[in-house]
């Protein structure tokens, strides 16, 4: 095997850049790292990653989350309101409680995240937010119900961070676009399944004398529950981990995929670290886009089920017209991911994305037939390719643990204002249109779309400065040391 160092270099472009822009720069720098050669040592290694000690937990994970949360959007047709004498503002408001929880955990989960085992944390997390959703179908009133609203959000805020972390220390920054697809498109997975599911649930009338909403909450919490305890065991968070059997030639390997993926694990909580993202113009464009582009997810999340039943359909018929925007909402998220992996551009196809649920949204409003309310409402859902890019942007283009950490936090913060807005923008007298709140949904897509491509200005510039000078750049290479991005002038933007 070659010298980790050389083989790291071959991974930087080496050329002259007195005549290359912007473009050209990217293009080089997404070619360099396509065309790394796998090793079969190598290829045995992903396999051991992708197929039974990390991936697969990471989808179910995701699709059992997605589930969870949206279970009161399915709730919502199935007699949860009449049940406990809520009120549709109040329906709103359980909506958002959620995501009041998830807010209050992120400065606590971002001290977790570092100081704990991941594996163990994550499993814990698993169990509770099942505790908590199974204990939901015995709310009598709107108290009970926002209280384990609340813990639900609560206990759920620290995945969607562990999982963008867990996937960054475990993969070369070139494999992680694909495998943070995985993370959403198991999101549209679980909307679709969702849809069979639920109007199955939704049969289960009088059984146990319990309504169908109340199934609905039981059936999930307990096999939340159970993964959970699978996890504790099975998922593995260490690149060295001895569940994975490593051999000498893959325990190299490692070393240099650890280089690559420029994320050295330390419990070590760096404030220069986090006082370096403040500095930075492109964090803000990041936070703020996350809690924009959510105002859709909030909405949408929680009241998809309903403005389809306003279309004119039944109660478990809107349930499972559900399906079709999982399936499209993969289809979007797999053509995004495909895409960004062979062509690069991360942030021009975020927007483009945005652009299509905008059209969607206008689709949606502006034309009475309701075939065309549905293709509207199919193609809205394109925000989540857009939202997964963002965080691909994050994975592949912030170096430094703790810098990385308060990255993603800061996006998580930004997703949770914006889902917690989102329901609360869906004003009832407006039902079941919410023409206002689509409005709403519409000016903020169009807002994020300007903040992402400020950020990538910001990295393509950073970008050509390092470019002209990479050829006499002595610094430490990334992996030898926790570098952040900016630390690193080796370091090249995936824009």
């Known amino acids: 095997m070659t010298d980790s160092k050389t083989e790291y270099e071959d991974s930087y472009i080496k050329e002259d850049t007195s005549t290359c822009n912007n473009t050209v720069i990217d293009e080089k720098h997404i070619e360099a790292e396509n065309t790394i050669d796998y090793t079969i ?54 909506g958002s409680i959620f995501y009041l929880g998830y807010l209050l955990f992120q ?51 620290g995945i969607y961070p562990c999982c963008i972390m867990l ?32 109007y199955g649930i939704g049969n289960m ?58 994320v050295v694990r330390t419990k070590e909580i760096k404030v220069g670290h986090m006082w370096e993202a403040l500095c930075e113009p492109r964090f803000y464009c990041m936070v703020f886009a996350s809690l924009l582009v959510n105002f859709q997810n ?24 559900s399906i079709p925007s999982g399936v499209v909402d993969c289809i979007f998220i797999i053509a995004a991911v495909w895409y960004n992996r062979r062509y690069g551009q991360t942030l021009y196809v975020a927007c483009f994305f945005l652009v299509i649920a905008i059209i969607g949204l206008i689709l949606l409003v502006a034309i009475p037939k ?14 989540c390719a857009s939202y997964t890019l963002m965080l691909v942007c994050v994975a592949n283009n912030v170096s430094g643990y703790t810098k990385k950490i308060f990255y993603s936090s800061g996006i998580i913060i930004g997703y949770t204002i914006g889902n ?55 610094a430490p290479l990334p992996g030898t040391d926790d570098l952040t991005d900016k630390e690193d002038t080796r370091f090249l933007y995936r824009l």
Not at 370 to 383: D, H, M
């Open 420 to 474: 917690f807005v989102g329901p609360l923008i869906m004003v009832s007298w407006q039902a079941p249109l919410y023409l206002g709140g689509m409005i709403g949904c519409m000016g903020a897509n169009l807002v994020s779309i300007f903040l992402l491509l400020i950020a990538r200005y910001f990295m393509a510039k950073v970008n050509r400065e390092r470019q002209a000078s990479i050829a006499n750049n002595d």
């Open 298 to 321: 909030g909405a949408m999340g929680t009241f998809s089920a309903i403005i389809t039943k306003g279309f004119g359909f039944s109660s478990l018929n809107a349930i499972l017209l």
């Open 167 to 198: 996937i960054s220390t475990m993969y070369r920054r070139r494999e992680q676009a694909g495998r943070l697809g995985v993370v959403y498109i198991c999101n549209g997975v679980a909307m679709a399944f969702g849809g069979l599911i639920g």
């Open 107 to 157: 400065g606590p989960n971002s001290l977790l995240i570092q100081r704990v085992p991941l594996a163990k944390y994550i499993s814990v997390l698993i169990i509770l937010w099942g505790l908590a959703l199974t204990v939901t179908s015995e709310g009598k009133n709107f108290s009970q119900l926002a209280a384990l609203r609340f813990l639900l959000g609560f206990f759920e805020a």
């Open 41 to 94: 040592e190598e290829r045995r290694l992903v396999r051991k990653l992708d197929y039974l000690f990390v991936m697969p937990c990471v989808a179910i994970l995701n699709f059992l989350q997605f589930f969870d949360k949206s279970a009161l959007n399915y709730s919502s047709v199935l007699g949860i309101k009449e049940d406990t004498g809520i009120s549709d503002s109040q329906y709103s408001w359980l």
């Open 205 to 262: 009338d009088n059984v146990g004398n319990k309504a169908p909403w109340q199934w609905i909450m039981i059936i999930l919490g307990v096999v939340t529950i159970a993964f959970g305890l699978i996890c504790f065991f099975c998922l593995v968070d260490n690149p060295r981990s001895r569940f994975l059997q490593l051999n000498a030639e893959q325990e190299k390997l490692v070393s240099l995929r650890l280089q690559d993926n420029a």
């Open 370 to 383: 309701p075939q065309i309310k549905l293709v509207g409402l199919y193609l809205s859902w394109a925000y």
